[in-house]
């Protein structure tokens, strides 16, 4: 349910599960960390979006209920720690809905481009869950004084708002989109740059990241034994059962 493919010497990884607007299953986070730290050493960057109209609708909930939360929020938070452990841009094509743990890993990417349709979504609030992927950090450093009530408004902002929060640094139309990424990738490892370099020193440090993912572990826990994760995961499948 992944696809990866390499244009101009960059990895083009890609979401490929259109039927379930590329929900993320257990074994596709696993398979996502694993082709970023494969690829962010032989690439020259990586470029990561989804197939379809959606980026990806977040974690697989029908396969997460009665599932522990702390082990599937650990899933999220390795995919975040793949990329900051590379030392290869790695650029977010967003070409549709990206929500939850999939909207908050696009968070410590080196840049963001947005199609026209790209749209994020923070549902979990309003579900009793709780943020991952070091999004209690992250979304701070790009948003702001926002970031407080992006979360607990469960927020959803089309592309301009999006761009406009500061969570997408770009719009291109889509047929561009992973064009553009691409190139992006390409000009920033020209030879005779010091991307590595720059990017050891401008990333979040992997260090205050890694203390967010602990507290951010303990949240889950706290959600799932308070009763609030199990009851909000079952509103949500509930409404849409036929």
Known sequence: MIDVTVR?????????????????????RKDLAAAVRAHGRTARGIVITGAGRAFSAGE????????????????????????????VPVVAAVNGLAVGGAAEWTLCFDTRIGAPAAEYFFPENHLGLSISNAASHLLLRLAGGRALRLVLNSARLSAADALAAGLLDELV?????????????????????????HLGLLRPPLA?????????TVAARQVEQSGLAQAGMTRFLTRRTP
């Open 60 to 87: 697989d909930i029908a396969e997460a209920a009665g599932k522990p939360l702390e082990a599937e929020v650990e899933l999220f938070h390795d995919m975040t720690r793949a990329v900051l452990e590379t030392r």
């Open 8 to 28: 101009d010497e960059v990895a083009l990884i890609t979401l490929a599960r259109p039927e379930k607007l590329n929900a993320l299953t257990a074994g596709m």
């Open 173 to 197: 139309p889509a047929e561009e989109l992973v064009e553009t990424a691409i190139a992006r990738v390409r000009h920033w490892t020209r030879p005779g740059t010091a991307t590595a370099v």
């Open 208 to 216: 205050e990241v890694e203390r967010a993912f602990e507290a951010e």
